[in-house]
């Protein structure tokens, strides 16, 4: 009996303990990390930051294009990766068993290769409506140091016609990140396509939707 309690408890204490090591090696590791590289790959262009003067400059850039372009897809397989082990970690705690993390690695990476492409273009264009959205809540630890530049929100909101496009572009952002709000545990505790994931978020928060829209839409 003793020994049953003992196990349950430092089962219990492990996954606690490896749940705080990955979020603090995510957070300032991983994410310390993404910053030098961004830094760098803005560097290649000469510059050491993006700002109003040389924002056209660094579009017309395709070495910079192609760089920002792998470096949000690398973002997006760690930020996956980095969901996956949480989840993963939730679940064996409530099932009691061990988790090995190089056996959930070697699982995640199997994922990864028998994913299409279709599914990873649709999972980069997800992690993509999620950046505009990190100052409000609808980010995850690698995605919060990337952010749109204060300068290009002032310049849309100096009209009226800018202020208006942007706040319901904001709008639709808002509602498109809670009708995909289960995707991403999905895409974890589902062998299914990304697709799939999509529609099955969309099924999930309809009848949410129609019970709480009013409310938000008041807020």
């Known amino acids: 009996m003793s020994k049953n309690i003992f196990k349950y408890f430092n089962i219990k ?27 760098y790959i803005i560097g290649l262009s000469g510059e050491v930051n993006i700002n109003f003067s040389n924002f056209k ?6 070495i910079l294009i192609l760089g920002f372009g792998v470096y ?50 649709l999972f980069f264009i997800y992690i993509i409506l999620i950046i505009p959205l990190a100052e409000i809540g609808f980010s995850i630890s690698l995605t919060k140091g990337i952010y749109i530049p204060q300068f290009i929100t002032d310049e849309l909101f100096k009209t009226d016609f800018g202020a208006f496009f942007t706040s ?26 990304f697709f799939k994931n999509i529609r099955e978020s969309l099924e999930l928060t309809k009848k949410i939707w129609k019970e709480d829209d009013i409310k938000i839409i008041i807020v």
Do not use: W
Request: proline share 1%; aromatic share 14%; net charge positive.
């Open 168 to 193: 319901v572009f904001i709008l639709a952002l808002v509602y498109i990140n809670f009708r995909l709000i289960y995707i991403l545990v999905l895409a974890v505790i589902k062998n299914q396509s």
């Open 72 to 121: 949000l897809i690398l973002i997006s397989i760690v930020a996956y990766f980095e969901l996956y082990l949480i989840i993963k970690l939730c679940t064996n705690q409530l099932s009691g068993s061990n988790f090995e993390f190089k056996r959930e690695f070697l699982n995640f990476k199997n994922r990864i290769s028998n994913s299409s492409l279709l599914d990873a273009i």
């Open 13 to 39: 204490f492990k996954h606690i303990l490896y749940a705080v090591i990955l979020n603090i090696f995510m957070s300032y590791v991983i994410r310390g990390i993404a910053v030098e590289v961004l830094n």
């Open 57 to 62: 400059e660094l579009l017309s850039n395709p």
